[in-house]
């Protein structure tokens, strides 16, 4: 599996971003998929996830991005998604996403996850 994360940049505060993570080496279904971020001298944190149970989908955000930040699944594409709006500075970062090949109750944590993308950098500006 191999996972490439795109769509980082420069914005200021208030404007909007949307991450990409697309997927190769195996279709991505009903296993978790989760964003996270490290800023700099800090530790990687979740950001939000999205598994699948008995087909039903299942979204999952950090209380610090919830309403602010959408996840998302293009099955077709084989590509998550994080659509961020009402960006702040605190939200500058480093953006990993991640996948685990099983669903899993800690999808807040890094240990489910078997793969990581290379990160995108985020910056916004005050």
């Known amino acids: 599996v191999q996972l490439q994360a795109s769509g980082g940049g420069l914005v200021q505060a208030g404007g909007s971003l949307r991450l990409s993570c697309a997927g190769s080496g195996r279709t991505f279904s009903s296993e978790l998929m989760g964003w996270f971020r490290q800023a700099p001298g800090k530790e990687r944190e979740f950001v939000a996830a999205i598994g699948k149970i008995d087909m039903i989908a299942y979204t999952y955000y950090a209380t610090s991005v919830k309403g602010r930040f959408a996840i998302a699944r293009d099955g077709a594409k084989n590509t998550v998604y994080l659509q961020m709006n009402s960006l702040e500075p605190e939200d500058t970062a480093v953006y990993y996403c991640?996948?685990?090949?099983?669903?899993?109750?800690?999808?807040?944590?890094?240990?489910?996850?078997?793969?990581w993308g290379q990160g995108t950098l985020v910056t916004v500006s005050s």
């Open positions: 991640a996948y685990s090949q099983d669903y899993s109750s800690s999808y807040d944590s890094v240990r489910p996850y078997e793969y």
